[in-house]
């Protein structure tokens, strides 16, 4: 039996995102006088922006200053989203023709919201929230990766149970997410983390991104349903 669903992660997975994030990020930080080192950053993209913020500043100035950081990264992000034209990474949107042929489900689940989701897909001028069953952004979970609430909200949305779902996605925090809420992780390494970590938050496999696992699908699929089928 192979997986009746797969959920992909959005940023680092299917566009070329991560190093916008992080700069938008690292002007933010700029603009309420912290200096923060991009490779510092970088560490914490792929969490919320509700956990990235104290992970790299503290608790005190979360309180503080969190919501306006937040804020301020947004407006970053978009400015750079209407400038720029970000890169769909190779293998999208084929694979999801592919999964549709397999008659899986798919879904996209990120810890952006949606204006940001819209800005994204604006930018690498390609709207995937058409070609998947459904979406799980920011809005639809009480918590961010890597808590497993949007996970979660992804697998409801679906109408099936974890174990009959996986996630690719190109962070440890997509990893913990999965953990939790009983999915199965296929990582890839198209938002810069190394093999290993990956591993170590828990997938199954790694890939180099979304052509390499398209090209190995019906062996990831397979992969994935025995490692299912354990956590059934």
Known sequence: MTRQGIIFDVDGTLVDTNPSHVEAWRRAFERF?????????????GKGGDKLVPAILGDDIERRQGEALRKAQKEE????????????????????????????????ATSSDDKHLRATFASAGLDLTKLVDVVA?????????????????????????????????????DGHACQGAGVVFLGVLSGGTPANELVGAGAIGVWQDIAHLLGELDQALLLAAHAGAAIK
Do not use: N, W, Y
Not at 33 to 45: C, F, K, N, T
């Open 33 to 45: 006088g912290q200096h923060v080192p991009v490779g510092r950053i970088e560490a914490e993209i």
């Open 137 to 173: 952004t920011k809005s639809a979970a009480s918590a961010s990766k890597p808590d497993p609430d949007i996970i979660e909200a992804a697998v409801e949305r679906l109408k099936l149970q974890p174990f009959e779902c996986a996630m690719v996605g190109d962070t440890v925090f």
């Open 77 to 108: 992000f978009l400015a750079i989203a209407e400038r720029e034209r970000f890169r769909i990474f190779p293998g999208v949107p084929s694979i999801f023709s592919a999964l549709r042929e397999r008659k899986i489900r798919t879904a996209l």
